[in-house]
């Protein structure tokens, strides 16, 4: 790693991760637009995601979930740790639209989860929350018989505000703005960009160039090859 970037990464003391499925991938788990991605295996695979479905059909939704989205096994890798030990020092924030848990895993300190988490369940009539193994075995509530579902935003379903919220003012602050391992073509979330504090410094660790419309430094490698070389320095 150039001597440079590192001097960036221990100057700042505002750091924001923007992050995609691009990080989990190493640990096991398939994107969703590549060669062997979830969408791409699967052609009614956003409908399947969908509030209509989990409405209209909701054990075609369970199935669909059940059997493509859980990898309860996978394990956080060193994008996860290096990005959360960052974090732990109060000098960095995680953006994630990763919905897989591994974050959580490697006890990120400041994280949104913008597009919710898997592994967050409740029961669609009371509220209460549930284990994500029991709604495993079974999608009702064994209190009251109603459908369980993860705490995800679904295709026709609007954002949490908080989280919104806390992305934008993180964006607003931050001096270091880090996008790893996504394309930053979903919105809402590509649209954090346009919060970014005008005189942050803006780096991208992904294996495709982006085109983000603004100056930013490339680095176009393996995040884990970089992250494996990034030195977290207190």
């Not at 109060?90 to 006890?107: C, E, F, G, K, S």
């Not at 592994?119 to 018989?145: E, F, N, R, S, T």
């Not at 270091?176 to 504090?197: K, W």
């Amino acid at each position: 790693m150039e001597a440079s970037l590192q001097a960036t990464f221990d100057e700042a003391k505002h750091i924001v991760f923007l992050t995609g499925a691009g990080v989990s991938t190493p640990s096991g788990i398939p994107d969703y637009r590549s060669k062997n991605g979830l969408y791409t295996g699967h052609r009614n695979a956003e409908y399947y995601l969908s509030h209509t479905c989990l409405v209209q059909e909701p054990d075609v939704f369970y199935d669909y979930v059940r059997q493509n989205l859980y990898y309860p096994d996978a394990k956080p890798n060193v994008i996860h740790e290096k990005q959360a030990a960052l974090t732990q020092q109060d000098r960095a924030m995680v953006i994630t639209q990763n919905i897989d848990n591994l974050y959580n895993v490697a006890h990120t300190k400041h994280l949104v989860e913008f597009h919710g988490n898997m592994y967050k369940v409740h029961c669609q009539i009371c509220g209460a929350k549930v284990a994500w193994q029991d709604y495993l075995k079974d999608p009702h509530h064994a209190v009251d018989g109603g459908w369980l579902r993860p705490d995800v935003v679904l295709y026709d379903e609007g954002l949490n505000e908080m989280n919104i919220q806390r992305s934008v003012a993180a964006m607003n602050q931050a001096d270091l703005v880090v996008i790893v391992g996504t394309s930053m073509r979903v919105y809402p979330f590509a649209g954090l960009l346009d919060y970014r504090n005008s005189a942050a410094k803006v780096v991208v660790v992904n294996q495709e160039k982006l085109d983000l419309g603004f100056d930013y430094d490339m680095v176009q490698a393996d995040a884990t090859d970089f992250f494996d070389e990034l030195q977290v320095r207190g």
